[in-house]
């Protein structure tokens, strides 16, 4: 298998584990991660859904062959759990260092000693370890089909970063037609929009110009998808339609999936009895796959009598206008899909760059135009929500082992 391995991580999830993992005392510590499992043909994407905290001196004690070790006990309860609930078991611990990490001797033996039997356990896996410095992580993946090495794992939040078992070589000068952009991005930066997979769901008067952005940012694979699947492994969705079968899709790509996105909308509101024009507002909703993150149910922006609604064709197609009556006619584009799509893209530009100040809040913002307010929304999250939360009956995280909200199964 020559597909890339990627480990994905969402940002309150990683710094749970980052902060056990090197308390400041330089010493060692361990922990299992339980994950989901996407495989397309742009390469394997494991999804980090849980964090199990080894406690030092209890699940977590001096090894017989090796410095420390996780507890036989530890060991059988967490595979346990991960074959019951089909995800995949990665035993994670630290090492000193910053940016460059490898795993030892011991290490290696001791993977070969016991992964073989966690394959059979976990019924199939994958399973492995992960190995931490402060700024990287190394990986050793074993599958039914043979073993292999992470390739980077990243870290999804308001900074979306990568870190790698070691730095990585200097890139070349990005192509002098993007001059302007690597002045304030780097060659870095431009390197990084080169090789991302961005989805548009919806190509109308948002969408299209979502589209003509990014093209001239430089990014490197632009889609534009009805079938759900084919999103599963885009490094960022944009949601530029109006639907609430469109909407619940792209939040259950966002979770299952753990892929970062932004819905953006318009809207015109006409009093049907004054015909006097009410509210013009634009909104822009980052959503980001934890909770808290922007969830669109727990923000109740998929109302459930609206997908009923939408199981005939004619009120799908009502619900896509910008103006609320039926009589005026739907413009295609209009200035107000400017306000929502550029702040959409400008979100996307800083999350890759890291340019966005570590004090920023990625809200829902919603912009009045009449007013000329902009309003940001308080973040929500439900305890039992099926997309954001962590409840064993959500979709977070679970990758192609859970099935999509789509009408038509795949095929």
Not at 8 to 26: A, M, V
Not at 28 to 46: D, N
């Amino acid at each position: 298998m020559n597909k890339p391995i990627e480990f994905r991580i969402d940002q309150p999830l990683y710094q749970k584990l980052h902060q056990h993992l090197f308390p400041g005392d330089g010493d060692e510590h361990g922990a299992v991660i339980a994950a989901g499992i996407v495989e397309t043909s742009r390469g394997i994407r494991l999804l980090a859904r849980e964090v199990f905290l080894a406690p030092d001196g209890i699940d977590y004690v001096p090894g017989t062959r090796g410095y420390r070790a996780l507890t036989a006990k530890f060991v059988a309860e967490i595979s346990g759990y991960c074959a019951e609930h089909n995800l995949c078991y990665f035993a994670v611990h630290c090492h000193g260092g910053r940016n460059e990490v490898c795993f030892s001797a011991d290490d290696i033996a001791s993977h070969e000693r016991g992964y073989p039997a966690l394959l059979d356990i976990t019924r199939g896996g994958p399973v492995g370890a992960l190995v931490f410095a402060k700024n990287a992580v190394a990986g050793d993946i074993w599958t039914p089909s043979g073993r292999f090495q992470l390739d980077h794992m990243t870290v999804i939040g308001s900074h979306i970063r990568r870190l790698y078992p070691a730095p990585q070589p200097r890139l070349c000068a990005a192509n002098p037609m993007y001059d302007r952009h690597a002045r304030l991005f780097g060659d870095v930066g431009q390197e990084i929009f080169a090789n991302l997979k961005v989805g548009i769901i919806g190509l109308g008067g948002g969408g299209s110009l979502i589209n003509e952005w990014l093209s001239h940012l430089g990014v490197g694979h632009i889609i534009d998808e009805a079938i759900a699947h084919l999103l599963v492994d885009a490094d960022f969705l944009f949601l530029a339609a109006d639907s609430m079968q469109s909407r619940l899709v792209f939040n259950a790509l966002v979770h299952q999936y753990l892929i970062p996105g932004i819905q953006i909308g318009a809207k015109v509101a006409v009093d049907k009895q004054t015909r006097q024009v009410g509210d013009i507002f634009t909104a822009t909703r980052p959503v980001l796959p934890y909770a808290y993150g922007g969830c669109l149910h727990c923000h109740e922006l998929i109302p459930a009598g609206r997908l009923q609604q939408e199981a005939l064709s004619e009120e799908e197609r009502r619900t896509q206008r910008y103006v609320e009556d039926e009589d005026i006619a739907q413009p295609s584009v209009i200035t107000l899909n400017v306000k929502s799509a550029e702040q959409a893209v400008n979100d996307f530009m800083m999350m890759f760059t890291g340019l966005y100040q570590p004090e920023v809040q990625l809200c829902h913002q919603l912009r009045f135009a009449r007013e000329r307010s902009i309003i940001n929304v308080e973040r929500r999250a439900n305890d039992d929500c099926l997309d954001c939360s962590s409840s064993s009956r959500s979709r977070r995280a679970r990758g192609d082992r859970y099935r999509l909200p789509c009408r038509m199964p795949i095929a």
